[in-house]
């Protein structure tokens, strides 16, 4: 059955909104603006009841899988439980209905909650001053390297520093911002312990390069024993080591990147700090920095003084404004109420059962899945699908296979130096059970994957829809729904 | 496996020359690596292009990856048909699939080009590389 | 609290399996030198019951809208948010999902982001939309480099009349992208289309308006749209989308991209975020759009689904040479943009921006009649205006708020030359008494 999209169930005439009054004097629109400024053709938008409203949105979430629905091992996502009490603290009016633009004494529990968050993160990650303006992760590695940006431009080093140094491994969001922000980027190797290749670091580094962009533990989940290494070797030719937060949920009161040598982090609120991620957004991705770099962070920065909370403005060496306004507020409500709730105790125990969950993961799979790293990791970990390609099966049947079974698929094809990649990332909040299942799952599939690669080649077959074809809707892109659809334009 | 009739350069592209002419496109092997291609960046047409500079984007499945030049010059005409039809350049790489067509500045850089047998032993000793 | 299901049992068994004899020994690998030596100082652990009362007497510290009554706009507007969009939006197969890179198990959302792509298409009147950018800050700086991209030009030139905030946001994304940013000024309170002409050329990539304004006024997009594409350059509208239901929409005037804040799609105003980037353009631009953008495609079955497409474009593909960095966006928000526009419907839109004309005018009138307030321009508006007022507006905000009204904004901190100003917005949500008591208490102040 073909799930009706909403312009479908639309029929003249039926209605879900209801308005208030027009209770002053009503003028027609012709008076009141001129001809050229009106609409012509009106939009069309569908006419539908609220109940059929609330159905087929209803029936569309039935066919959407999230946390709450199952196990979602999304490496690199941190795809944890969301509490919900932290809905619910988010929900309240006090934080809601607060228009950005009330005067400060009218807000002083918000700027006091984005104040302490601020001050939180920067405990956890080792840092001195932080912004909460950007809206997401990739948000926060542009701020973040458009503050590094202008920190060489004070010292007169700006024209000369052009290049950002990533590794191989690295998350695609890294050399995009760093493009985002005007630089060429540089890839390093990694090595045969999958840590960045410090020959080829030592290689790359010369005083054309403004930083080193790194996640530690890095995209194979793996700890880069050299950190302090590879944080004097930049440092030492004058760039910056910039922390893609990304994978924060392993070490959380174990060791700060602050500690390890970065001078600039940004936080994934959406993962490390149990903000549900929406269906993709919205995120928050904070950036903390070092002192030396704080009077480039974006403004208004929230600031204590005489015991009111201010936003702060006149900061002259500020990269300036990234967004509108302060950031995602109501995510950092969530956030704020998590790191409440765990304390420094309980964040370091969500860190160590991610690591152990993981490690448990790993080595219940590897008699099944080629490892090509074969060392602990740390919150998730890399494995191939090489084994199985020898029949014929990619890591994309793998992961087409695992939804049949209920569970959300790893992340495949990613990091692109293993191949047929499989990244999985279980979180502490998954149970010993939950995880038996998933390796049974996982074994049925490399058994199934030698007897009968064909049912791998052809799943899911018990989704609402059978596999969905990616090359034609990227060749003939259908990107939005037409009444009599006689063209595949638009 | 390679056609004979036209000229190959390190970058998988091949060349057809006619005269001051030259036809581009991607080898079969380009295609085969590129997998399904699914959206094409033509140039406009008129403009000069450099032996080894960009001539069009490629996206495909996996990847985003460019066509550069094997010779310089003009370029005179694009294969428009691509836009509507990426796939041109997977089912006949060496037909329809045609990128475009430049005028050649200096017919001496197709001197550094290979035939169909000096490629096929460049894309064997490319792939034991891995 | 930490909402971890291993027990000391299940720990001390995984740890066996695993082959290790202490947790510590997982952790050896992170050198001595780097290791935190003490706990993080962070407030102690609370239970569930602590913590929301803590989070509600945090929350009490703030005056919200709903004990205020609101005039304040300016880029965040006090619109009603039905029920049904707070419901919906609250499902949480939706809201803990991640971004559907599995299609078919993610159906729900692709499905929801495709009718979202669809209803921004018809609002907007233009081609194609994506699933969605951060905030309508960043996606006027997004729609900037898109037209450098797509045209190979690094100068853009945009209106002073625009949001500060956003322009603010381009001049940061700009600087480092290396494209120049010119601002063109007023004339009458609309954007001068003269200076405008001036300074556009050949070497411009794009011409940046908004209408309604940041000062309310609907702005002469025709004409502007004009003068850019003369020289070659495209014609980018910043918009308020609940302003079409009446306001001629960018696909009617020229608009090669259209942007805007969506956060009065059913967002909350929740203190400037999260809100609703949207950026709708042209058919022959879609390859240089930035961010995600769900498709129609179809199983071996012939059945109908949805899947991300275009992916090329993005940088998990492209990586330093994708079209934007943006990853996450607001699929949520955009997820409460689509129920809530097919809750207005056709109708409702219109008379939803009727409702905020006629209000917005109704206060226009009766305020600008008050001794000492003063219209600052006759320039058509919508539903926000700026008045003179007759003692510094900052006073005339406090004087407001004893009454428990939240003013409009004082303007002098963007604008000098409106020093004397304030930026007055009325949704449909004020009624006529509100509207009055607002010019009592004004009359009063005076």
Redesign the interface.
């Known amino acids: 059955m073909t799930m009706p999209l909403i312009f479908e169930r639309s029929e003249a005439g039926r209605r879900a909104y209801s308005l208030p009054d027009c209770d002053v004097p009503r003028k027609d629109a012709t008076e009141l603006l001129p001809g050229w400024a009106l609409r012509k053709r009106a939009a069309d938008l569908p006419e539908v009841s609220e109940v059929d409203l609330v159905r087929h949105y209803t029936k569309l979430s039935q066919r959407n899988h999230g946390v709450d629905v199952g196990f979602y091992p999304l490496g690199s996502c941190t795809m944890k439980y969301n509490p919900k009490v932290n809905e619910d603290a988010a929900a309240l009016p006090g934080f809601n209905a607060l228009h950005p633009y009330q005067p400060e004494e009218l807000v002083q529990g918000a700027l006091e909650l984005m104040y302490e968050l601020g001050r939180y993160l920067c405990e956890i990650g080792g840092m001195d001053e932080a912004t909460l303006q950007p809206a997401a992760g990739a948000h926060g590695e542009l701020t973040g390297l458009m503050i590094i940006k202008a920190y060489h431009e004070s010292r007169g080093d700006g024209a000369k520093r052009t290049k950002v140094i990533v590794p191989d491994s690295a998350h695609g969001t890294n050399p995009a911002s760093a493009a985002f922000c005007g630089y060429k980027v540089v890839e390093v190797k990694s090595d045969g312990r999958g840590g960045v290749d410090l020959d080829s670091l030592r290689a790359a580094m010369s005083d054309e390069v403004a930083a080193l962009m790194l996640t530690n533990p890095n995209t194979l989940g793996l700890f880069d024993e050299n950190i302090v290494e590879i944080a004097k070797i930049v440092h030492g030719a004058g760039g910056l080591l910039y922390y893609d937060g990304a994978n924060m949920n392993a070490i959380m009161g174990i060791a700060r990147p602050g500690d390890m040598g970065f001078d600039v982090l940004h936080f994934n609120l959406h993962k490390t700090f149990s903000t549900p991620h929406g269906g993709g957004g919205p995120g928050s991705g904070p950036v903390a920095v070092k002192k030396t770099l704080a009077p480039f962070l974006p403004v208004p920065v929230v600031e204590k003084k005489d015991g009111k909370f201010v936003l702060d403005y006149a900061r002259p060496q500020s990269i300036g404004k990234v967004k509108a306004f302060y950031g995602n507020f109501n995510v950092m409500v969530k956030a704020y109420a998590y790191i409440r709730a765990l304390g420094a105790k309980g964040l370091r125990e969500a860190s160590e059962n991610a690591v152990l969950n993981a490690n448990y993961l790993m080595r219940k799979l590897a008699p099944y899945y080629h490892l090509p790293y074969d060392r602990h990791c740390k919150h998730e970990f890399v494995l191939s699908g090489e084994y199985q390609l020898a029949s014929g099966v990619h890591t994309g049947d793998i992961a087409k296979m695992l939804l049949d079974y209920g569970f959300h698929a790893p992340t495949v094809y990613f990091p692109l130096i293993v191949k047929e990649a499989i990244m999985v990332e279980p979180t502490e909040t998954e149970s010993r059970d939950t995880l038996d299942a998933f390796v049974d799952a996982m074994i049925g599939i490399a058994q199934l994957a030698e007897k009968d690669p064909e049912a791998l080649h052809t799943a899911p077959h018990k989704m609402v829809v059978g596999r969905l074809d990616d090359v034609t809707a990227a060749r003939r892109p259908v990107l939005r729904w037409r009444p009599n659809k006689q063209t595949n334009a638009g | 496996m390679y056609p004979e009739n036209v000229k190959y350069s390190e970058k998988h592209e091949w060349v057809r020359v006619e005269g001051k002419i030259a036809t581009v496109g991607i080898t079969s092997f380009a295609q085969e690596q590129l997998g399904?291609i699914?959206?094409v960046?033509l140039p406009e047409e008129g403009s000069k292009v450099e032996k080894h500079g960009a001539l069009a984007d490629l996206?495909?499945?996996?990847?985003?990856d460019q066509v550069f030049a094997p010779v310089g010059g003009k370029i005179v005409k694009v294969n428009r048909a691509l836009e509507q039809?990426?796939?041109f350049m997977n089912d006949d790489p060496y037909g329809d699939g045609w990128v475009a067509v430049i005028e050649m500045a200096d017919p001496g850089e197709l001197d550094g080009l290979m035939s169909a047998a000096e490629y096929e032993a460049f894309v064997a000793e490319e792939a034991s590389k891995g | 609290m930490n909402y971890v299901p291993n027990t000391d049992r299940d720990r001390s068994e995984m740890l066996a399996d695993i082959g290790v004899s202490s947790m510590e020994e997982l952790l050896s690998d992170i050198p001595r030198e780097v290791r935190l030596q003490r706990h993080l100082a962070l407030p102690a652990p609370m239970s569930e019951y602590d913590l929301a009362r803590h989070m509600g007497a945090l929350a009490s510290k703030n005056r919200t809208t709903d004990d205020l009554v609101s005039f304040l706009g300016a880029g965040a507007y006090d619109h009603f948010v039905p029920s049904v969009v707070r419901h919906l939006v609250s499902r949480s197969e939706f809201y803990t999902a991640y971004t559907p890179y599995q299609a078919e198990i993610s159906q729900g959302m692709l499905q929801a982001i495709f009718e979202y792509q669809t209803l921004m298409c018809e609002l907007t009147a233009m081609d194609v939309s994506n699933a969605s950018l951060y905030d309508g800050a960043t996606a006027v700086a997004e729609a900037a480099a898109m037209a450098c991209r797509q045209t190979r030009r690094r100068q853009v030139v945009i209106s002073v009349a625009v949001h500060p905030e956003y322009r603010a946001t381009l001049r940061t994304y700009a600087r480092n992208l290396g494209i120049e940013v010119l601002e063109t000024g007023m004339k009458d309170g609309v954007t001068d289309i003269e200076e405008l002409d001036r300074l556009v050329s050949s070497a411009t990539a794009c011409v940046i308006l908004q209408s309604p304004s940041f000062l309310g006024s609907v702005e002469p997009m025709g004409k502007a749209a004009e003068v850019a594409h003369r020289s070659g350059a495209l014609f980018v509208a910043c918009v308020d989308p609940i302003s079409l239901g009446i306001l001629a929409p960018p696909g009617e005037y020229g608009a090669d991209i259209a942007v805007g804040e969506g956060q009065g799609l059913g967002s909350p105003m929740s203190f400037g975020g999260p809100y609703l980037g949207f950026l709708t353009c042209r058919q022959d631009l879609v390859r240089n759009m930035p961010g995600r953008v769900a498709g129609e495609t179809h199983d071996p079955d012939g059945r109908r689904g949805y899947i991300l497409t275009l992916q090329a474009r993005e940088q998990h593909i492209r990586r330093e040479r994708a079209t934007s960095n943006i990853c996450s966006n607001e699929a949520l928000s955009a997820l409460a943009a689509a129920v809530y526009l097919s809750w207005l419907g056709k109708d409702g839109v219109r008379e939803l921006a009727d409702l905020c004309l006629q209000k917005a005018h109704y206060a226009f009138d009766r305020i600008t009649a008050l001794p000492g307030f003063e219209k600052a321009s006759r320039a058509p508006f919508f539903k926000e205006f700026v008045v003179r007022t007759p003692i510094p507006p900052e006073e005339v905000s406090a004087g407001l708020l004893r009454s428990r009204i939240l003013g409009g904004l004082p303007l002098g901190r963007h604008y000098p030359e409106f020093g004397d100003a304030m930026l007055i917005a009325v949704t449909e949500k004020r009624t006529k008494e509100e509207i009055d008591s607002l010019c009592r208490a004004l009359e009063g102040l005076a």
């Not at chain 2, 996206?59 to 985003?64: E, F, I, L, Q, Y």
């Open positions: 399904a699914v959206g960046g996206d495909s499945m996996k990847t985003a039809h990426p796939e």
